[in-house]
């Protein structure tokens, strides 16, 4: 069973920075891209970082380029979601998943940019 355990979130002020990260089993992870994802209350999922399985080849969305940096440790089976200069409009539930999509979610870990 694909199982996604998304971890870090938390309230941080404007401009700090925070570390999200997910665990998966349930597959080969290493075989795999992985994506991040967040969704904000009354908003779509919206696709915000890509890895590719050997870590190399990452895209962003343009709300979060030069900020956020996505990685991975295929022995962990980790992938990782570094934010920083984080600004309110960031403020959301994060999510991971592989590509291509599982129908299986985790619960996300919620970011809140406050100050």
């Known amino acids: 069973q694909v199982k996604f355990v998304e971890s870090g979130g938390g309230l941080v002020q404007p401009g700090e920075s925070l570390r999200l990260s997910c665990v998966v089993s349930g597959y080969i992870f290493a075989a795999f891209g992985m994506n991040w994802y967040r969704q904000a209350p009354g908003k779509e999922r919206e696709l915000v970082a890509r890895?590719?399985?050997?870590?190399?080849?990452?895209t962003y969305a343009e709300s979060v380029q030069g900020r956020f940096s996505i990685s991975r440790d295929n022995g962990k089976s980790t992938v990782y979601l570094q934010m920083n200069s984080l600004k309110p409009e960031d403020a959301a539930v994060y999510y991971c998943?592989?590509?291509?999509?599982?129908?299986?979610w985790g619960q996300g870990t919620q970011v809140s940019v406050s100050s």
């Open positions: 890895i590719d399985s050997t870590g190399y080849r990452r």
């Open positions: 998943n592989r590509q291509p999509t599982s129908a299986s």
